[in-house]
């Protein structure tokens, strides 16, 4: 009786009781370990308490081990591949509206819109000085001159995009009014929901958000606005995500 054998009989003993995490990581130990752990019996046990069903009627041409390292793990958080659209491709073009007056209006190359704010006006608030020079992905352009709001009157937007690469057009927010006002973090809000194309059916209720970015000024409710930012937080956080979630916008 060698001590090789016995070394192996306690692993049979052991490995069973382990849940197919820790059962993996002991094939990465040696040869013998790898050898015992890699024993079928074991991982069809392991995926019966994980999906019942399957030893009902075993997957076809698929091992126990590899359906449980290739299902068992998340999904989620996948990293994607490079987008094949390019923010140098695009080119945004803003309105803004005050009532029937318009107050902005500018053909803004994705570009500049990545640039961001570079020289942050005098008197900008900390509140929003923070968010604008904070490390998380914002598209901001800085408004210049900047322009005057009465945030009692209505006020609304449009962004429409344009792609170089195949001279198409989509929309990104059509008339949606500034209706919330957040005070504290001085910004005024709109948004609308995208319009993908009829190759992605399943994919809906993604809003782009337009923000003001607004220094209060001397007369009561009136704002002096001095930055422009788009997003799109409900499922892009990322240039290359924002890339993709644009290049799947129904183009005309």
Known sequence: MTRDWLHGEVLKAVFPLLDGKDLASCMLVC??????????????????????????????????????????????????PPARLSFDDLEFYIDVWLEQTLVFSEAVSG??????????????????????????YKMIIQVEPRFTLSLGQRISVSVLLARKDTN??????????????DANAFQALAYDYLRFSAGH???????????LLFMANSYNNVVDVFGIKIDFCDAANSENEVLWLLDMLDWK
């Open 31 to 80: 040869r013998q370990w790898r050898d015992i752990a890699r024993d079928e019996y074991l991982w069809k046990c392991i995926c019966a308490k994980r999906w019942p069903s399957i030893c009902k009627r075993p997957p076809p041409a698929i091992s126990y081990y590899k359906l449980f390292v290739t299902f068992s793990r998340s999904q989620f958080n996948q990293s994607l």
């Open 201 to 211: 059916p399943f994919i809906s209720g993604v809003r782009a958000w337009v923000s």
């Open 168 to 181: 198409e057009m989509a929309c990104i927010i059509n008339q949606s009014v500034f209706e919330y006002v």
């Open 111 to 136: 570009a500049a819109l990545t640039t961001g704010i570079k020289n942050p006006p005098a008197g900008i608030p900390d509140t929003l000085k923070a968010h604008v020079d904070g490390a998380d």
